[in-house]
Nanobody, 122 residues
C-alpha cells in the first residue's frame, strides 16, 4: 500500500485543521491505520490509530478529546485536530500495519506515508 498525507499548514493556537491520508494499492480495510508525529529534535511518536473497518479507535493521551481519527471509503483516512496547541507542532505521518501493534509502535510500522508539516503558533 502507498500512502500520501496532506493537509498540514500554519494554524493559530486554539484553531483546528484536518489531515488526510490517501491510500493506493490495497485498501485500508486490509490494514490498521494510524498517525504519528515527529517534532524537531524528538523521536517519532504515536498519535492515533483506527482498526480495520474503522470499528475501534486508539489515541495517545495527549490528544484525547482534541483529535479524532476516521476513515470513509477505505481509501482515505483523516485526523481532525481541534484545540491545537503550540506543542502539537510537528511533521505528521500516516502509517499502515497488520495490527494495532503494527501502527502504534514506530519500529513496527509496515508502511509510511510522507510527512505533512503542522505548525501551531502561539
Amino acid at each position: 500500500v502507498q500512502l500520501q498525507a496532506s493537509g498540514g499548514g500554519l494554524v493559530q493556537a486554539g484553531g483546528f485543521l484536518r489531515l488526510s491520508c490517501a491510500a493506493s494499492g490495497r485498501t485500508f480495510s486490509s490494514y490498521y491505520m494510524g498517525w504519528f508525529r515527529q517534532a524537531s529534535g524528538k523521536e517519532r511518536e504515536f498519535v492515533a490509530a483506527i482498526s480495520r473497518y474503522g470499528g475501534t479507535t486508539y489515541y495517545a493521551d495527549f490528544v484525547k478529546g482534541r483529535f479524532t481519527i476516521s476513515t470513509d471509503n477505505a481509501k482515505n483516512m483523516y485526523l481532525q485536530m481541534n484545540s491545537l496547541k503550540p506543542e502539537d507542532t510537528a511533521v505528521y505521518y500516516c502509517a499502515a500495519g497488520s495490527s494495532y501493534v503494527g501502527v502504534s509502535i514506530a519500529s513496527n510500522v509496515g508502511y509510511w506515508g510522507q510527512g505533512t508539516q503542522l505548525t501551531v503558533s502561539s
